[in-house]
């Protein structure tokens, strides 16, 4: 299920291949973050430098020399090898197993950095790097073209542009091989299966984080050891909080509780929402808010094809939440009215999707040329909509209120339209309460 070494080589020779003649890419591996005294949050590695690398450890530098001859095109700065601090923290490969077990043509200690660099700036034209994100390296990048810049009298040759290195990349990104494509199709079959298993078990009374802690057992028991974010889990009211991830709440007979999970699978995401009763049965009022977002769900997923653009499937969402928001009587005038004035967002206030990979939230532009992007084979993303009714939202019945419903996919693009690849975890309200009750019985 890994992504082999010769994919993380054509990635590297795809960008090598689109960077301008004369030019070096230099990416920084993420850093460690302290959690509190003498312990660090998980490592988790930067995208970018993982797609280009499948190197995971921190400390680490990547180069691209696109076209140099005698020491090769790609270079790797890392953690020197060190038995000591191996035994304490694990394995490092050092720079000689960044050559042969991660493809680098020439590996260095990355306490070497500072001297080797700058000689692999020099006589190098344009230097790719996203500027900005990371600003201690920022500054190392500045420091290392200084240094040559201070050498221009003996006959030294300084970079003389800066590109951003995002553009070209997450390009790239944006389209999804064969073999990222299993992963994230066995990704969206894991994260299915932990909101299948958190249907099954959810029981009144349980708090939220007892229902988080039985979609991250699902995790990892089939090798996802780590969510892709952090996992909300709003039971009543809390659905309304788009991002609630204190997951503390109680659950209580009569209401819903919305799931927002994914795990990530080989540095992939998947995001999967689901919204079911606790109690195993929807309510009058709650099933005829989720028969609304349901149809814009599946109104939203045809619109995902190849040739289409970005925009269609939120502007489906729009129009059938908008319908069935005034034919519940919760919006009240004309549909294309109501439409224009986006009255709908005080019900539905965010987007129906974004791009979805590496990142859960993933890099691409959704826009080109200041049209919205085509949709095309090999891209991924979510179609998400909701119905959030505010709990003091005095304009509705008090029926409505409190009501919170997402229902969330992944949505892969394919040559003839799309592949759901979170399909696995039902949605449809007759098999919602079908699993619940065969999960009680
Ligand atoms: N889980 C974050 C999102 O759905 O965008
Ligand atoms: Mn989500
Ligand atoms: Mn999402």
Redesign the pocket.
């Known amino acids: 299920m890994k992504i082999s070494k010769q994919e993380f080589a054509r990635r590297r020779n795809n960008l090598m291949g689109q960077m301008e003649a004369d030019s070096i890419a230099i990416v920084p591996s993420a850093r460690e973050l302290t959690r509190n005294r003498d312990t660090d949050y998980p490592f988790r590695q930067d995208s970018d430098f993982y797609y280009l690398t499948g190197f995971a450890e921190a400390d680490a530098v990547l180069v691209l020399m696109p076209g140099r001859k005698k020491h090769g095109q790609y270079v790797l700065f890392c953690r020197d090898r060190d038995p000591a601090m191996e035994l304490w923290n694990g394995y490092r490969a050092g720079p000689e197993g960044a050559c042969d077990d991660y493809g680098a043509d020439d590996a260095f200690p990355v306490s070497d950095i500072d001297d080797i660099l700058p000689g692999l700036l020099e006589g190098r034209e344009r230097v790719y790097y996203a500027m900005g994100r990371n600003p201690a390296f920022d500054q190392k990048v500045m420091q290392w073209v200084n240094v040559i810049r201070s050498k221009v009298r003996s006959g030294a040759h300084p970079p003389g542009e800066f590109l951003d290195l995002d553009h070209l990349l997450h390009d790239l990104r944006l389209y999804k091989s064969a073999a990222e494509i299993r992963v994230m199709r066995k990704a969206g079959k894991i994260s299915a299966a932990a909101h299948i298993r958190a249907m099954q078990t959810c029981k009144a009374g349980w708090y939220e984080y007892q229902l988080e802690a039985e979609i991250l057992h699902e995790f990892g028991r089939n090798g996802a050891r780590f969510p892709a974010?952090s996992s909300?889990v709003g039971s009543g009211k809390n659905a309304c909080i788009l991002h609630y991830i204190e997951n503390s709440g109680q659950l209580k007979k009569g209401e819903l509780v919305l799931i927002?999970a994914?795990c990530e699978l080989e540095h992939y995401a998947a995001?999967i929402?689901r919204t079911f009763p606790v109690s195993g049965t929807f309510s009058k009022e709650q099933k005829a808010l989720y028969e609304v977002v349901l149809k814009s769900q599946l109104a939203a997923i045809k619109k995902i094809k190849p040739g289409n653009h970005w925009n269609q499937a939120h502007d489906a969402t729009v129009k059938v939440i908008t319908e069935g928001l005034v034919a519940l009587g919760l919006l009240k005038g004309k549909v294309s009215t109501l439409i224009k004035k986006e009255a709908y967002k005080d019900f539905y206030m965010h987007r129906a999707g974004?791009w979805l990979g590496m990142d859960?939230?993933d890099v691409g532009d959704y826009k080109v040329d200041d049209e919205w992007r085509v949709l095309e084979e090999g891209m991924v993303l979510?179609v998400?909509p909701g119905i959030y009714v505010a709990p003091d939202n005095k304009k509705v019945a008090k029926k409505w209120r409190g009501i919170g419903i997402r229902i969330?996919d992944d949505v892969l693009v394919t040559r003839t339209g799309n592949e759901v690849l979170s399909g696995d975890a039902p949605k449809k309200i007759n098999e919602i309460e079908a699993l619940m009750r065969a999960g009680a019985a």
Do not use: A, L
Request: hydrophobic share 15%; aromatic share 8%.
């Open positions: 974010y909300i927002d994914g995001d929402t974004h859960v939230h979510t998400e969330e």
